[in-house]
T-cell receptor
Framework: DAGVIQSPRHEVTEMGQEVTLRCKPI?????LFWYRQTMMRGLELLIY????????DSGMPEDRFSAKMPNASFSTLKIQPSEPRDSAVYFC?????????????FGPGTRLLVL | AQSVAQPEDQVNVAEGNPLTVKCTYS??????LFWYVQYPNRGLQFLLK??????LVKGSYGFEAEFNKSQTSFHLKKPSALVSDSALYFC????????????FGKGTMLLVSP
């Protein structure tokens, strides 16, 4: 398996622009997670899905952030409009709820810089 | 709510020496515990996990961790450090009942000098 795939790997945009980050989870996994990593706040969970349904979006910082999972093999995280404080590395992770002790597998991340 | 503490921001060790990266946790019930490693400009990679059974868990790259329930700790160890082990290490916890998300520590930077 290719692992979790994220695109783009790097994104530089200007404040106010829309940003869309993409994720393809590992085939067969039924959970998908979006995280954000910054020096100041560490690793933060933004939202997670189970069987394509959003379960908990309490970590989404504000209404400018939205996430979708239209099918089992694709998810997007959108920021509109983007702000400089959104600059961070965004990770997608997936796991299979096999009963207990499921392991989350992370993608390589998207490094976002908002100017 | 569960929480994880990694008391050291950075650990320095010489190559060939044993290393320990500390982790303590707080959770109701028996926890599921994980260690991940992050190399520069990479995603987090799974190293090992404790679910139940033997308190000493062996994982990737020669790492192991010991679950200590009385001390609520899950320290990561390796008998002989390599320069290539230099990376950011994260401990994570989740409670066993139902499904909930992992709670990650803030991470510990491990620097192994030649």
């Amino acid at each position: 398996d290719a692992g979790v795939i994220q695109s783009p790997r790097h994104e530089v945009t200007e404040m106010g622009q829309e940003v869309t980050l993409r994720c393809k989870p590992i085939s067969g996994h039924d959970y998908l997670f979006w995280y954000r990593q910054t020096m100041m706040r560490g690793l933060e969970l933004l939202i997670y899905f189970n069987n394509n349904v959003p379960i908990d979006d309490s970590g989404m910082p504000e209404d400018r952030f939205s996430a979708k999972m239209p099918n089992a093999s694709f998810s997007t995280l959108k920021i509109q409009p983007s702000e400089p404080r959104d600059s961070a590395v965004y990770f997608c992770a997936s796991s299979f709820m096999a009963g207990s002790g499921e392991t989350q597998y992370f993608g390589p991340g998207t490094r976002l810089l908002v100017l | 709510a569960q929480s994880v503490a990694q008391p050291e921001d950075q650990v320095n060790v010489a190559e060939g020496n044993p290393l320990t990266v500390k982790c303590t946790y707080s959770v109701s019930g028996n926890p599921y515990l994980f260690w991940y490693v992050q190399y520069p400009n990479r995603g987090l990679q799974f190293l090992l996990k404790y679910i139940t059974g033997d308190n000493l868990v062996k994982g990737s790259y020669g790492f192991e961790a010991e679950f200590n329930k009385s001390q609520t700790s899950f320290h990561l160890k390796k008998p002989s450090a390599l320069v290539s082990d230099s990376a950011l290490y994260f401990c994570a916890v989740r409670p066993p009942s139902g499904y909930s998300t992992l709670t990650f520590g803030k991470g510990t930077m491990l620097l192994v000098s030649p």
